[in-house]
């Protein structure tokens, strides 16, 4: 940091100073390439694209075109002004009524109207971060644990740990079973986290799967439900990325899946959800973070904390207005969702012209790409090498598997939606010309490697050949006579025979 020297650092505290925020991981490196050197079509043609960021650029359109029709949603237009003196004085953390009712509608919207959300349990925070920690901060102490299914968000370290003083315990999923989530790997993380004296006090998803792109299923989201409520502790479903679905199966909420249960079966205080609208609305900016416990207590101290991160009012005040309109709402959800189909599949094409493999998926705003078959070796030096090559020569910002805690080298997760199509189309065509490119580097190298083999062997041929006239001329100056034995067509010649090689 520029000015502080690392005696000034004593002055300052661990929280603020310590390393947990991740910032120097690769992930993170990525998005400050990108910053150094920003992509546009006109000024900066050669520049770097960002494909490291998740957001949903494809449905601003839609959402501008509802502004226009309704300006009364805005306290800064002369048809909502109004309203500017209450609601620029409203600062209660429970928030605008009519906000939380509105997006208590629109959490069950998403979810197929088959599950309903109580307003009151509602919680604000600043954005998806900021709901993270906070449900952390009411679940957790310093030095506690939670587990956290392989693959997983890259700045989760950040979100959960940075400030809280928590600590994520990998449940390690491999590509052998689809990264899978079994009873049994989390069994095992478990046992030794307990057998280590660490307080493990709850497990953390996402679903949909961030970076996976995958959403659970029903047998998955019970076994993950019976699991926390066996070892009484908690469950956090992330599920920022609820609307993002473009494909079956649908989404399965874990809402649904507790008001399946009865209570004798599940520990509903067990069980809190983290939610936003920074994916499904493309709204980051905004800062909505939202968390949704059946537990009173998780409910009553987070209010009190999100006095640290209310969503403003004004963003509360037009929310309630968009989120409340059923017609926009629905047609919404339904052309997001028919637009992240199509950009997912042209892309898909794009990628299976130079063979290049993918996990499948059918949610999130990214791929989960494999380029293992571009490493020089099957090792995570090798997937950073690959990395930079891609970040400074292809200028592409991808963010290497090894930042998700994945433990295979040669995956790399690429955002598709935070882009127009004329982007998309010259990302495309870069990531094309890389992989030609390594593909004919790779036959030439073979072909010179080829090459020098066959002039090696020459050469051995050439001496050997040196060699046998040379001990012909030996043998007629000592008048030697060979054993008529080595001579019979019956015992064969050895290959490395200076006779063999001269013929």
């Keep these: 940091m520029v000015g502080l020297s690392s005696k000034s650092y004593e002055l300052l505290s661990k929280i603020a100073t310590n390393e947990k925020h991740g910032e120097n991981s690769p992930y993170f490196d990525g998005w400050k390439a990108y910053d150094r050197d920003p992509y546009h079509p006109t000024r900066n043609p050669q520049g770097v694209i960002q494909m490291g960021l998740a957001e949903n650029q494809l449905c601003f359109d839609l959402i501008e ?38 997006v208590a509608k629109f959490m069950s919207k998403v979810r197929g109207g088959r599950v309903k959300f109580d307003p009151n349990r509602i919680l604000m925070s600043g954005g998806a971060t900021g709901a993270n920690e906070l449900i952390m901060f009411c679940l957790a ?24 003083g928590l600590r994520l315990i990998p449940v390690h999923c491999d590509s052998s079973n689809n990264f899978k989530i079994t009873r049994e790997a989390l069994e095992s993380s478990y046992k030794k986290a307990k057998d280590d004296n660490i307080n493990v006090k709850g497990l953390i998803i996402t679903n949909p799967s961030n970076p996976l792109g995958t959403s659970l299923d029903r047998d998955t989201l019970k076994s993950l439900v019976n699991f926390t409520n066996d070892n009484n502790i908690h469950l956090v479903c992330d599920e920022i990325y609820s609307a993002t679905v473009f494909d079956s199966p649908r989404f399965v909420s874990v809402a649904e899946i507790i008001e399946e249960m009865d209570d004798s079966s599940c520990k509903k205080e067990l069980i809190h959800i983290v939610y936003s609208l920074s994916k499904d609305m493309g709204f980051p900016g905004f800062r909505v973070g939202i968390v949704y416990s059946y537990n009173d207590i998780v409910v009553n101290c987070g209010r009190k904390m999100s006095s640290f991160g209310l969503v403003s009012s004004q963003t509360q005040h037009m929310l309630a207005a968009m989120l409340s309109d059923d017609e926009f709402v629905d047609n919404f959800l339904k052309e997001s969702s028919r637009r992240l189909a199509k950009r997912h599949e042209y892309f898909s094409k794009g990628l299976e012209e130079v063979n290049i493999k993918r996990f499948p998926s059918n949610a999130g705003l990214f791929y989960w790409m494999n380029l293992s078959s571009l490493l020089k070796e099957q090792s995570f030096e090798a997937e950073m090498a690959l990395w930079r090559v891609i970040i ?42 890389f992989v030609i490119g390594k593909e004919k580097t790779t036959k030439n190298n073979n072909r010179a490697k080829k090459n020098n083999n066959v002039v090696e062997v020459k050469k051995r041929w050439q001496q050997n050949l040196r060699l046998s006239f040379s001990s012909s001329r030996l043998l007629d100056h000592h008048e030697t006579v060979m054993s008529p034995h080595i001579l019979s067509p019956h015992s064969p010649i050895p290959a490395s025979s200076p006779l063999v090689q001269a013929t």
């Design 65 to 102: 075109e509802w502004l226009k029709k309704n300006p009364k949603a805005s306290i800064c237009t002369p048809e909502g002004l109004h309203q500017f003196r209450d609601i620029a004085n409203f600062q209660d953390y429970h928030g605008l009524p009519q906000f939380t009712s509105a």
């Design 141 to 164: 102490d310093p030095g506690d644990a939670f587990l956290v299914p392989t693959p997983y968000y890259a700045a989760y370290p950040r979100d959960l740990c940075w400030r809280t």
């Design 392 to 433: 400074n020569e292809v200028k592409l910002n991808v963010s290497p598997g090894s930042s998700f805690n994945c433990l295979e080298p040669g995956w790399f997760r690429v955002c598709f939606a935070n882009m127009d199509d004329e982007t998309v189309e010259v990302a495309l065509n870069r990531i094309r010309a």
